[in-house]
């Protein structure tokens, strides 16, 4: 079964129910692509070496990208599927709820969103 037309439906259905999201990419593109949006920063892949990357060149290195991330609080962060960063866990612990998962990546929604936003995004994202 191709993957991109059902990628492609889930990034709209939760956009149906969060028009107006701001969205981070952690070794994630695709919901970004699929939504015709761009990442507010200009790393978004850490794996082969990225990562070290970003450590030297970020402020306050990985632990500072991820306070950075914490400071603007994106409704949805996107996390390549593998990737759990031990780095960006305490961020997405403190403000966000993962509502699922789907080829390619984890779904991380700001919890402020409320309740029932949250139910109808676990609907909208196919595990």
């Given at each position: ?69 914490s400071r603007?609080?994106?409704?949805i962060v ?50």
């Amino acid at each position: 079964e191709p993957v991109l037309p059902a990628q492609r439906a889930e990034v709209d259905a939760v956009l149906d129910v969060l028009p107006d999201a701001t969205m981070v990419s952690v070794e994630a593109p695709q919901p970004l692509v699929l939504a015709h949006r761009v990442n507010p920063s200009p790393h978004q892949m850490f794996r082969l070496g990225l990562e070290t990357y970003v450590d030297d060149t970020w402020p306050g290195g990985l632990e500072g990208y991820a306070a950075w991330i914490s400071r603007n609080r994106p409704t949805i962060v996107a996390v390549g599927g593998g990737a759990r960063y031990d780095w960006l866990m305490p961020t997405l612990d403190a403000h966000y709820v993962e509502i699922g998962t789907t080829t390619g990546w984890y779904w991380y929604v700001d919890r402020d969103v409320g309740p029932a936003a949250l139910r109808e995004l676990e609907d909208a994202v196919a595990d």
